[in-house]
């Protein structure tokens, strides 16, 4: 059995989340890229076309606007079709006002991380929790066979 590797990151949004890996090299609008009813990607120009992000963890570089994203994202965590959290390499404002307009709303609490997305891929289990001092512990569990190789 493959050790767990563990990652450091920052909080964008704070939260626990577990669940496996959706990766994309491409940034994700959910604006005309995800539809909300059912968290199916929707987006014809996006290479994950078709998969369904609710209670996966989202791992991607950025969001790709609409600044209508984050009424889409806290429309998706209301009907608990979007991701169980979001690891990105750059921090998204717009990503980030749908989860914190969600927890303020409907108290429910989507972590979105920035942290280091090389070497992730579909199907990794990946477990987000608080440490003590408040920033996220991320372990990454990886997947046995890959269906794409490991960018570094």
């Not at 921090?91 to 108290?107: K, S, T």
Request: charged residues 20%; neutral net charge.
């Amino acid at each position: 059995m493959t050790r767990p590797v563990a990652r450091t990151g920052t909080f964008q949004l704070a939260g626990e989340a577990k669940g496996q890996a959706l990766v994309f090299s491409q940034p994700l609008s959910f604006w005309g890229g995800i539809d909300a009813e059912t968290g199916d990607i929707t987006d014809h120009s996006h290479p994950g076309l078709g998969q369904n992000v609710a209670g996966r963890i989202l791992v991607m570089p950025s969001g790709r606007g609409s600044s209508s994203s984050s009424s889409v994202l806290a429309e998706a965590i209301r009907r608990g079709t979007a991701p169980a959290g979001l690891l990105l390499e750059r921090p998204d404002p717009i990503l980030a006002v749908g989860a914190i307009v969600a927890e303020f709303l409907y108290d429910i609490r989507m972590p979105l991380v920035v942290c280091d997305i090389s070497n992730l891929v579909s199907g990794d289990q990946i477990d987000i929790r608080i440490g003590k001092d408040g920033g996220p512990i991320i372990r990454v569990h990886p997947a046995i066979n890959p269906a794409e190789p490991r960018r570094q």
